[in-house]
C-alpha cells in the first residue's frame, strides 16, 4: 500500500481546498458543546440510540443504519467485509482518493472506469464493466472533483446489473444536490448509502458518517466495525446538528448562489469550468497549475491542485463557501490568473 498523507498544515487561510463548510456548524451544536462536562468523557461511547435517532431522520429503521468515523471509515469496513483476493472493485474515475487507497488494503482488482473529457459519470462504460468479479461499485453523487451527478435511473440500472456485487452511493455532498436514493435502501438488496457530517453539517473534525445498508448486509458490516470508532462528543452533537434543519438549508443555499456567482466570474477570466452539483468547481488551469495554486495560497486563498487525478491534468478543484468568501477568492483568482500568465505561459 501507498501511504496517504493529505495536504493539512498551514491552512489559517481561507480554507477552499477540503470541500469543508467555510462557516460553522450550527449554533445549535455549539450550544450542546458547551454543556459537554469532563466527567461525560470517562464512559465508552454508546451509539445505539444516537443510530436510531439518525435512522429515524433517513426514514429507516434503526438496524438499517450504523455510525461511522467518517465517510472514510465507512468506506474502509464496507471494502473489507466484501472485497477478497480475486474480486473487483469498479470505480469510475476520476473520483474520491480514499476508495482507492482503502481497496489497496484488501486483495482485490480495482477496475477504473475513465470518465470522458466532460467528466460525466461513464454510465454505458460501467455497465459493460460488470463481470461476475464484480463485488463492489462505488460511486460518488456528486462526485468528486468535478461534482458530477448520477441519476436515479442509472443506479438502478447498475444494481439491476450487479445482483452479486454492493452497489455504494457515496452522499458526502447529498445537501448540495438535493436528490438521494436512500429510500431505496432495503428495498434493493444490494444498495447501501453513505452520509457524512462533514460537508455541509460543519462537523468534518469530529469525524462522523453513516452507512445505511439491508439488514441483511448490515450484519456483514457490523462485524469488521470497531464498536467505539465514534466518539461521545461527535454523538452528544448529532441530534442538535439534524434537528436545525433551517441552518442546513440556509447553508446549501448560500453555497449554491455562490458557485452561481463564482461561476460568472470563471466565465469572465476565460477559465473553463465543469458544472458542479455539490459545494466545489473543478477549473481547467493548464500547464501552470502548481504556480496557480502557490498565487491563491499567497493571496491567502487554498485551493486543491487535482492535476494527479486520472483525465485532470492541469486542473485544480476549488470549494465553494459563501458569497462574501468567493468574492474575494474571484479577486485572488483574477491576479492569480493574470500572474501566471505574465510569467510567460498560454493555457
Ligand atoms: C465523495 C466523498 N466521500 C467521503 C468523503 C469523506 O467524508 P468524511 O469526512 O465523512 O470521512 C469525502 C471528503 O472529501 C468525499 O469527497
Not at 67 to 86: K, M, P, Q, R
Not at 151 to 156: F, G, K, N, V
Not at 294 to 312: E, I, K, N
Request: charged residues 20%; hydrophobic residues 45%.
Amino acid at each position: 500500500m501507498k501511504e496517504y498523507h493529505p495536504p493539512l498544515g498551514c491552512r489559517d487561510s481561507l480554507r477552499l481546498d477540503f470541500n469543508e463548510n467555510t462557516v460553522a456548524c450550527s449554533p445549535a451544536v455549539r450550544e450542546v458543546l458547551s454543556r459537554i462536562a469532563a466527567g461525560d468523557l470517562t464512559r465508552y461511547p454508546e451509539r445505539a440510540p444516537i443510530e436510531a435517532r439518525v435512522a429515524k431522520h433517513l426514514g429507516l429503521a434503526p438496524e438499517q443504519v450504523a455510525l461511522t468515523n467518517g465517510v472514510d471509515e465507512a468506506i474502509h469496513v464496507l471494502f473489507e467485509a466484501f472485497l477478497d483476493a480475486a474480486d473487483e472493485l469498479l470505480l469510475p474515475v476520476p473520483t474520491y482518493t480514499m476508495y482507492e487507497v482503502y481497496a489497496s488494503a484488501t486483495d482485490a482488482g480495482v477496475v477504473a472506469i475513465q470518465a470522458d473529457d466532460d467528466l460525466q459519470f461513464p454510465f454505458e462504460r460501467l455497465m459493460t464493466a460488470i463481470t461476475p468479479q464484480t463485488k463492489v461499485i462505488a460511486i460518488a453523487n456528486p462526485n468528486s472533483p468535478a461534482g458530477s451527478v448520477s441519476s436515479r435511473e442509472q443506479i438502478l440500472e447498475i444494481a439491476h446489473r450487479a445482483p452479486h456485487a454492493v452497489v455504494l452511493v457515496d452522499e458526502a455532498y447529498f445537501h448540495f444536490l438535493g436528490e438521494t436514493v436512500i429510500d431505496l435502501v432495503g428495498v434493493l438488496p444490494n444498495l447501501v448509502v453513505a452520509r457524512t457530517f462533514s460537508k455541509a453539517y460543519g462537523l468534518a473534525g469530529l469525524r462522523v458518517g453513516v452507512l445505511a445498508a439491508p439488514v441483511e448486509l448490515m450484519r456483514w458490516i457490523r462485524r469488521v466495525l470497531s464498536p467505539y470508532s465514534v466518539n461521545s462528543v461527535a454523538l452528544a452533537c448529532l441530534p442538535a446538528a439534524l434537528d436545525d434543519a433551517a441552518y442546513i438549508n440556509w447553508y446549501a443555499s448560500e453555497v449554491t448562489a455562490a458557485r452561481t456567482e463564482f461561476e460568472a466570474a470563471l466565465d469572465e477570466a476565460e477559465v473553463r469550468w465543469w458544472p458542479s452539483a455539490a459545494n466545489f468547481v473543478l477549473v481547467d488551469i493548464g500547464r501552470k497549475h502548481a504556480e496557480f495554486v502557490r498565487h491563491m495560497h499567497a493571496a491567502g486563498v487554498l485551493v486543491r491542485d487535482r492535476s494527479s487525478d486520472p483525465g485532470c491534468d492541469g486542473r485544480v478543484r476549488i470549494t465553494i463557501g459563501t458569497r462574501e468568501q468567493m468574492r474575494h477568492a474571484a479577486t485572488a483568482l483574477r491576479e492569480a490568473i493574470s500572474a501566471i500568465h505574465s510569467e510567460g505561459d498560454e493555457r
